[in-house]
Structure formats: structure tokens, C-alpha cells
């Protein structure tokens, strides 16, 4: 009945590229505005300090001088900024923005505002700041030490609160008594960059005339940012907008309201004025959130014929100096998804939140999930190791089948559907290759990987059991226009996944037109539908997809029962044809009757903008449809990635010789761009695998600050000859059956990469357990079990 | 700190402003220029983003001053393809997904651009640039396609 077009499936060239390769991309940085002032944030340079002056009175004199907000000035003209999901017990419910303590080096205490950057530069260092330093606790064990030096005023203690999910207690107890082995092993995720190129930043203009404050931001979530910024600076909501312009990567650094972004905008209400920041890269990696930071104690017990019987966690979370928005979200969803793909009678985890005098952590792609896996993959390679079983073979035994799902675990998590087993087998099978002659001093190993990922996190009513002050249901608004073009509103946002061409692909497709008179439009808080997680947690496709199938169909089968009117016929009777070039007014782009009538497209379109045709009163007129979708449960991806490595025993040096990864997200919308969402978080996986950790000194200062001393992979990083492939088992959640996929490729480089050394050097497997394996950690490891280049070889 | 007038060749075109003798090229193209295809991800040399061909040469212009490009001719991003048609590597770019959020893009393009005909491997024109997006996969993809290889196996 409708045009054949099959949009999805197809593997489109993304429509953001051909602007982007001309350079004609419109960043942060790229936006004009008349008169604008420039800020620069003036930081604390020491990791634990009381304020005693904030001294601008040079600053300020200065003709060059817009405005000097120190902590008083801040305290007057903001609120702190509310958080959303917190755990129990946790001493502070709101992030501060005024500070009279600072509680990191590179935490914002004021702003100056002056006519050129390199002023308002100046000026900042000319601000001139009396610091009363008190001892910081930069790590974990600093910071629960028995003397620890208090990070929140008035708490007892640096720990943040608890939480336990999963089974009763009592059930894990009477696993582990049943337990033939237990494995248990402490295991350390570092703080991580999640570094996107671009940096943060934010250009605020307040009109004093209208009272509107238009804050344009490479924000994620332009809508929850907005919400907070009313909270902070006591506005209206109407009176607020918040725009996304491109942005250039985000990770889940760029989801919530920084105190930093926040003080740009009170700036600019104070001045009445345009007021434009933009972060380096040092500054970055200084006061961007950071991801993971969790030291981890776990154990799985098995019991007869290698089943799994129990896993447990207790995860201490470094939240760093105040929990963000999310605070410890991401390690209740190590807890959540510890279990995995497999089988067990009891799964439960704590965890405990700590704060340190370090950048809180926050948001990152993977987002507990690959903690999660690297813990529980990690146990079982270890656990075949010790039973002397291949732990392709343990693993296989112990998955939960597909004729099991749907399945529910031990956490409450539903699986909806996905085989697990095949996914395994299928990486596995890829990953066989006869290993080449090795030079003895180099060790090679391979191994094999699972995990189930979180996608489309929602339902709202999830949100609101585990307490999080945010909604999860997605919105869409489906305009079809006076001349037969199509215009989709949503709530997400792009960030360079290519999220408007799948929306623009799934409209396409519901509606039976071709791809190109579809347009899609996001990141503007005015006409946007309210988002508040947006391009997050592997939700945009998937939500806002399945909003827009739906409005799609209805909207096509509203143009359809205005042709038939228009043609004097029966909806059932009238067929769309629409040709793949074809354009809205042309002859082959129309509805046709049985008797050989015919109405373009177009004309259906136009003659329903003028309300005419044969119309019951209660018909709607305009021809667009909004959708609220909110899923009945979250959706659940999965996946399997096998890494080969080879170990050069003499340098400690891991090298990924091959990667081979097979994932399910369902249907997917666009291959080529899933592909990339893979192949990208592969790579920032193999990232934290190999080279990555945010470094501090024993003061807590950073010392990671550059791309220099913090090594994202480059190229040669990245194996050439990645192999990527997806299995489809639909999402029965969804309509349309889509799945997510922004995170998946994160998810598991960091198991299989070192449960590939392990296999490589068996010698030093139970010590694998830190991450990054950079060459100097493996060496060590390599010299405490006697393993040399000249001496130790097999 | 002093004001100094620069002039440039720029994209063919002569340009004529003022620029602070601390002004980064990068900056001076983007800011006096109004060229914004050129984009700063570091302003450390460690990125590649703002990569330009400074006299044909691929160049930071992160860490060139603007005044040290005085009378000399600059190439940007923008130039590539002009107003018009989009080059080979371009095109190559898009149809493998060469990029995601395209940031790096501008830096990699102008490498592109600059290795065209010149026969370097994959290595050197990936060197020195960084992408947080793509892990590289389609960045090769493109390259794979340009030097007669099937491209992308997708
Ligand atoms: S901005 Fe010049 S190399 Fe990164
Ligand atoms: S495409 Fe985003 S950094 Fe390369």
C-alpha cells in the first residue's frame, strides 16, 4: 500500500557529512554574536583549600573589564545546582556553585568577563587568590583513611552512602556455602578523559528588554540543562532556551549543568549582554567530569561441572569532590548489570560512594556497564583458569539460552531477547586463525568476551523506583508541510553519531516517501519535545524512533484518508506510489484511485493545510502528529568481542593484533552508521585498556593535562582490520524493533584485551586485574613472576 | 603586545587584517578571518585539527603566530573543494563514514588533500592526527578507497 522504499536497512552516507567535510560545520566556537564579551574562569590551583580572599580589585579596574563575579558575588546571584539521583545517606543533595572550600584543582571559584580572550585571560590572573590549604585525599584510600581530612563540611567521613542491589543476603550466602571455587580479586578502573575534540563551552545572551536568556551549549541534553539553569538562577522556564549548534563528540561529558557553564550564564544576565566561553583542552582535562574511578572487591562462586553459582561486589565509587547530577549512577549500574549474560542462583553488589578532593566523576560511554564486564569477565577467565576448563567452554555453559527469554535477573533487569550463544560462537569462530612464528621473547593469546548491554534507558516509571528525578519517555512531533516536505522535531540531540539521518531514514520509511524531503530538526529547548536524557544511555534511536514510526504511520495514513476523499473513494482503495527521485508536486509521487485518478502528493498536502476536503468535525486539520513514547521496559543489546594479543615480554608492551566483535541491536536503522558507533567505541575502549588514566600528584593536582601525557589511541593504536558484525534479534520493546548501539563497542575491550594477556602469560593472569595495561604495569607484573626476554621464556 | 597588519593569500584570495603579534594562525584565520572551518582541539600541536598548508606544507596553525604567515599563501579546509565540487578524498570521507562529529575533520582533510597524487601510505597521513570518533575504521575505509583498494568491506 505504501511507496516501497525500505529506508531502513539501508547503509545512507550520514547528510551532516557533506557540510562537515567542506568545513562549514557551525560549532560552539563558530557562532557569531553581536558584541560579544569573552570569560575565563578563575580555578583553585590546589586540590583542598579554604578561601580566605578572592582579591579582583585589579581585575576590575582595568577598562578591559566587563565583570568579576568572585565566590560572594556568585553566592548572591545563584542557587546550587539540585542533583538527581543520589544514594541513601548521601551527606549533600545539591552541587555548589558559590564555593567558599575547593575541593579539586581546576574547580571554577569565580569568572571575569573583559572584551577580547586574551583580556579576560589576563584578567583572570590577575585576580589574586588567598588559599588556606587543608591536606586533600586524592584517592580512594586517602580519602577513607581514619584521619581523612573532611571533604563535605559537617559530614562524618568522606564516604558518600550505600546501596546493595540485587539478591537477599541470605541467598549469597547459601551460594557461596555450596561453592566448589571461589575466585575473588580486587579490581581498580581508573579515572578516565572521556575527551571528546571538542571541548565544552557555552555562549550566553541575556536581553534585559524581554527578560530571555538564549544560551546556546554543546550540551547532550539541552532540556535538562535548561531545567537547571532555572534552578540555579531563579528564572522561568519560558523564559529560558537552551540550543545545541554541532557538536564535536561528547561521551557523556556533556550531559549535565557544570557549575562552570553556569557561572558563563549568570554572567551574562548580570551584564545584559552576550558572554562566550570556551574551554581548552587543558581545562578539559582538568574540570570536565570524568568517567569510572571505582575500586572494586568481587567474587563469583562455582559450583559442580563449572556452573556459575553467585557473583558479589562491593564497589567503591571515587565521586570525586561532590556527587554530580547522577553522582554514583554509574556504579549502581556496575551492581545492575554485574550478572551479565549468564546464569547464577544469587547476584548482588554494594556500592559505596566516596568523596575525594579530585574533578567528580560523571557520565562516560559504557556508563558502569564496562566496569561491570571487565569485573565479571575478568572472574570468569580466572575461574577457568583455576579449573582448568576453556573458558569459552565455561562461559557457553553457563549463558542463559534464547529460548530462556524473556529472562529476569537477579537485579530486576528484564532481557527481552538477543542469543547470547550465538554471538559468542560467532566471535569466537572469527578469532581462529593459526598464530603466526613469534620471536620467543613475544607471547600471544587470545580470548573471547560477553556482555548485555542497557539500551533505550527508560520507562519513566524505572526512573521513579530507583528514585531518579528525571523522566525517561521520548517525544516526537511529525510535521508533513504545506508542499509535501516533512519536517521531524525530537528531543535528542546529534552529536556526531548521525542521529538525524536515522530519524530522518525511520520517517522516511513510515511515512513511504523518499529520504530527502525529510528533514529533522533537534537541539532547540523552544521547539524541541521535552527531553530530559536525550543523546544519552543509547536511547536516542531507539525512543525517538520508535516515537517517529509511530507518528510516521499515522501521519501517512492521515494523508492517505484525505486522498481517498479528495479522490471520492475508500482509504483501502487508494494506493501511495511515490518513485524514489520523485518530488512532492511531480506525477509520480501520488495517490492513485482504482479508476485511474490520481492526486500528487503534494496537492493531498496543500489542500489539507487549507482544511478542505470532506472533514468530521472531531478529524484533525493540521498534519502533524506528536507521539509520547514511553516503552513498557528497557531493551536489551548484547554482544561478544574476541582480542588477540601479543605481549613483548622484555618492554612489557600489549600489542591488539586482531579484533573481532559481533553485536546485536536489533534492527538496525543505518549499518554504516552503526558500524561507526562500534568501531568508535571500540577504539576508546581499547583506550582504557592499553593507555589511559587521568593522573593526579600525591596533592591531587592533575598531571594529565595534555594529549601529550593522557594518550588517547591514535591510529596505529587501533588494529587496521577490525571486524565488525551484527546478529538481529528485534527489540519486542520498541516498535520497529530497534535496539541501541552509542555504547556497545565500549563495553568490552577492556576484558578482552586482558583476558587475552592473561591467556598470553598465564604466569601473571591473576595479577590483570588494574587497569591500563600500560608497558610499564605488565612489566612489573612480568618481573615479580621471573619472566624476562632472555631468561623466562616458555 | 602589539597590533601588526597581516596579509595572507588565503584559499586564493589576498587578505588584508590586523592581528595581536601573540595571535595564533589558527585563531587569526578563524577569528579575523571568519574562516571557522579550521578547528582548534588542542592548541598544543597534538591534535591535528587545525592542520593547514602553510606555502603547500601541512602546518599546526595552532603553533604558528599569524604574523609569521605574513605574505605567504594558506590553504584551509574551506579551499578544498571550494565553493564547487567535492575532491575524491572528500567524497571518500562521506561515503565510508570517515567521520562522525567531524571535528578532526577540517585538519584531515587538508592532509588529504595535500597527500593527493603523492602517493604517501595510509601511516603518514594519519600521523599526528587524532579522532575520538571514528577509531580510525572509516578514516581507512576512505583511504583504502583512494589508493584503488575496495574501500569499505560494509
Ligand atoms: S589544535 Fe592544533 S594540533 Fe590540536
Ligand atoms: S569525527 Fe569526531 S573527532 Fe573525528
Keep these: 500500500m505504501s511507496g516501497a522504499h525500505q529506508h531502513i536497512g539501508r547503509p545512507v552516507p550520514p547528510r551532516h557529512h557533506d557540510r562537515l567535510v567542506r568545513g562549514h560545520g557551525r560549532f560552539l566556537a563558530d557562532l557569531r554574536a553581536a558584541g560579544v564579551l569573552y570569560a575565563t574562569l578563575v580555578r583553585s590551583p590546589l586540590a583542598h583549600a579554604r578561601i580566605v580572599g578572592f582579591d579582583a580589585s585589579a581585575a576590575r579596574s582595568d577598562p578591559r573589564c566587563a565583570l568579576v563575579l568572585g565566590p560572594d558575588d556568585l553566592a548572591e546571584r545563584t542557587a546550587p545546582i539540585p542533583t538527581a539521583w543520589r544514594l541513601p545517606g548521601q551527606p549533600e543533595d545539591r552541587i555548589p556553585i558559590a564555593a567558599h572550600t575547593a575541593r579539586y584543582a581546576g574547580q571554577p571559584l569565580g569568572i571575569v568577563v573583559a572584551d577580547t580572550p586574551t583580556a579576560a585571560e589576563d584578567l583572570a590572573e590577575a585576580v589574586r587568590l588567598d588559599l588556606d590549604p587543608l591536606p586533600p585525599a586524592a584517592t580512594l584510600a586517602d580519602a577513607l583513611a581514619e584521619h581523612a581530612p573532611p571533604i563535605v563540611p559537617g559530614a562524618a567521613g568522606n564516604e558518600a552512602g550505600s546501596i546493595r542491589l540485587g539478591s537477599p543476603e541470605e541467598d549469597v550466602a547459601a551460594a557461596f556455602a555450596r561453592a566448589e571455587l571461589v575466585v575473588e580479586r580486587e579490581f581498580t578502573l581508573p579515572r578516565v578523559n572521556p575527551s571528546p575534540l571538542e571541548p565544552r563551552g557555552v555562549l550566553a545572551e541575556y536581553d534585559p528588554g524581554t527578560g530571555l536568556l538564549t544560551v546556546h551549549a554543546g550540551s547532550q541534553s539541552p532540556h535538562s540543562m535548561r531545567q537547571d539553569l532555572c534552578a540555579v538562577l531563579g528564572m522561568r522556564a519560558d523564559r529560558v532556551r537552551v540550543i545545541a549548534p554541532d557538536i564535536g563528540g561528547s561521551f557523556g561529558s556533556k550531559v549535565v549543568l557544570y557549575p562552570d557553564e553556569a557561572m558563563v550564564c549568570a554572567a551574562a544576565v548580570a551584564l545584559g549582554a552576550a558572554v562566550r566561553w570556551v574551554e581548552s583542552r587543558a581545562e578539559n582535562f582538568d574540570g570536565a567530569y570524568q568517567g569510572r574511578g571505582q575500586r572494586t572487591t568481587a567474587r563469583l562462586a562455582v559450583g559442580h561441572e563449572g556452573r556459575f553459582l553467585a557473583f558479589d561486589a562491593h564497589i567503591l565509587a571515587d565521586l570525586g569532590a561532590y556527587a554530580t547530577q547522577a553522582g554514583s549512577g554509574p556504579h549502581q549500574v556496575t551492581a545492575l548489570t554485574l550478572q551479565g549474560p549468564y546464569h547464577v542462583d544469587a547476584a548482588a553488589a554494594t556500592v559505596t560512594g566516596v568523596y575525594t578532593t579530585r574533578v567528580p566523576t560523571g557520565a562516560y560511554r559504557g556508563y558502569g556497564m564496562q566496569e561491570a564486564a571487565f569485573i565479571r569477565e575478568r572472574l570468569i577467565e580466572e575461574a577457568a583458569r583455576e579449573l582448568d576448563v576453556p573458558a569459552l567452554e565455561l562461559r557457553l555453559r553457563n549463558l542463559i539460552r534464547p529460548e530462556e527469554l524473556p529472562h529476569t535477573t537477579h537485579t530486576g533487569l528484564t532481557y527481552d531477547s538477543g542469543d547470547y550463544g550465538a554471538a559468542l560462537r560467532r566471535a569466537a569462530t572469527l578469532a581462529e586463525r593459526p598464530p603466526p612464528s613469534d620471536p620467543p621473547w613475544v607471547r600471544r593469546g587470545t580470548a573471547v568476551v560477553a556482555a548485555v548491554e542497557i539500551t533505550a534507558f527508560a520507562p519513566s516509571a524505572l526512573l521513579e523506583t530507583f528514585g531518579i528525578a528525571w523522566s525517561g519517555w521520548e517525544g516526537v512531533r511529525l510535521r508533513i508541510n504545506h508542499d509535501g516536505t516533512v519536517t521531524a522535531y525530537s528531543g535528542v540531540i546529534a552529536v556526531g553519531q548521525g542521529i538525524e539521518t536515522s530519524l530522518a531514514q525511520i520517517a522516511a520509511e513510515g511515512l513511504g516517501v523518499p529520504l530527502d524531503w525529510v528533514r529533522v530538526e533537534l537541539g532547540d529547548t523552544d521547539t524541541a519535545p521535552h527531553s530530559d536524557l536525550s543523546a544519552q544511555a543509547s536511547r536516542a534511536l531507539t525512543l525517538a524512533g520508535g516515537a517517529l514510526l509511530i507518528a510516521a504511520r499515522r501521519l501517512a495514513d492521515r494523508m492517505r484518508t484525505l486522498a481517498a476523499g479528495f479522490l471520492g473513494t475508500d482509504p483501502d482503495r487508494v494506493t501511495q506510489r511515490i518513485g524514489s527521485r520523485a518530488d512532492p508536486s511531480s506525477p509520480d509521487a501520488a495517490f492513485h484511485g482504482t479508476d485511474g485518478a490520481r492526486i500528487t502528493w503534494r496537492e493531498v498536502a496543500h489542500r489539507g493545510y487549507r482544511g478542505w476536503g470532506n472533514r468530521k468535525d472531531t478529524d484533525r486539520i493540521r498534519l502533524e502528529e506528536a507521539v509520547d513514547f514511553d516503552p513498557p521496559q528497557i531493551t536489551f543489546a548484547h554482544g561478544a568481542h574476541a582480542a588477540e594479543v601479543t605481549v613483548d615480554v622484555g618492554t612489557g608492551r600489549v600489542t591488539v593484533t586482531g579484533y573481532w566483535a559481533v553485536h546485536d541491536s536489533g534492527v538496525l536503522v543505518n549499518p554504516l552508521i552503526a558500524h561507526g558507533q562500534i568501531a568508535g567505541g571500540i577504539a576508546q575502549g581499547l583506550g582504557q585498556a592499553l593507555s589511559e588514566e587521568a593522573r593526579a600528584d600525591a596533592e591531587g593536582v592533575p598531571v594529565t593535562r595534555s594529549f601529550r601525557e593522557y594518550a588517547v589511541p591514535a591510529a596505529q593504536d587501533v588494529p587496521e582490520d577490525l571486524v565488525i558484525e551484527h546478529t538481529c534479534t528485534p527489540s519486542t520493546a520498541i516498535p520497529g524493533g530497534f535496539k541501541g548501539l552509542g555504547e556497545g563497542g565500549t563495553l568490552l575491550p577492556p576484558a578482552a584485551v586482558t583476558c587475552a594477556v592473561a591467556a598470553a602469560v598465564p604466569e601473571i593472569a591473576h595479577t590483570l586485574t588494574s587497569l591500563p595495561l600500560t608497558p610499564s604495569r605488565v612489566r612489573a607484573a612480568l618481573r615479580a613472576a621471573g619472566i624476562t626476554a632472555e631468561g623466562g621464556l616458555r | ?154
Excluded at chain 2, 606555502?55 to 574551506?78: H, K, M, N, W, Y
Excluded at chain 2, 563514514?97 to 567531524?102: F, P, S, T, V, Y
Aim: with cysteine; proline share 1%.
Design chain 2, 1 to 154: 603586545m602589539s597590533v601588526r597588519t597581516v596579509t595572507v593569500r588565503v584559499n586564493g584570495v589576498v587578505r588584508t587584517e590586523d592581528a595581536w603579534d601573540h595571535t595564533t594562525l589558527a585563531e587569526h584565520l578563524r577569528t579575523g578571518l571568519r574562516l571557522t572551518g579550521t578547528h582548534v582541539g588542542c592548541g598544543t600541536g597534538d591534535c591535528g585539527a587545525c592542520v593547514v598548508l602553510l606555502d603547500g606544507e601541512p602546518v599546526c596553525s595552532c603553533l604558528v603566530l599569524a604574523v609569521q604567515a605574513d605574505g605567504r599563501e594558506i590553504s584551509t579546509v574551506e579551499g578544498v573543494a571550494g565553493g564547487g565540487d567535492l575532491t575524491r578524498a572528500q567524497r571518500a570521507l562521506i561515503e565510508e563514514h570517515g567521520l562522525q562529529c567531524g571535528f578532526c575533520t577540517p585538519g584531515l582533510v587538508v592532509r588529504m588533500a595535500h597527500a593527493a597524487g603523492r602517493g604517501g601510505s595510509e601511516a603518514d597521513v594519519l600521523a599526528g592526527h587524532l579522532c575520538r570518533c571514528t577509531g580510525y575504521d572509516g578514516i581507512r575505509a576512505a583511504l583504502r578507497k583512494l589508493s584503488g583498494g575496495s574501500g569499505g568491506d560494509r
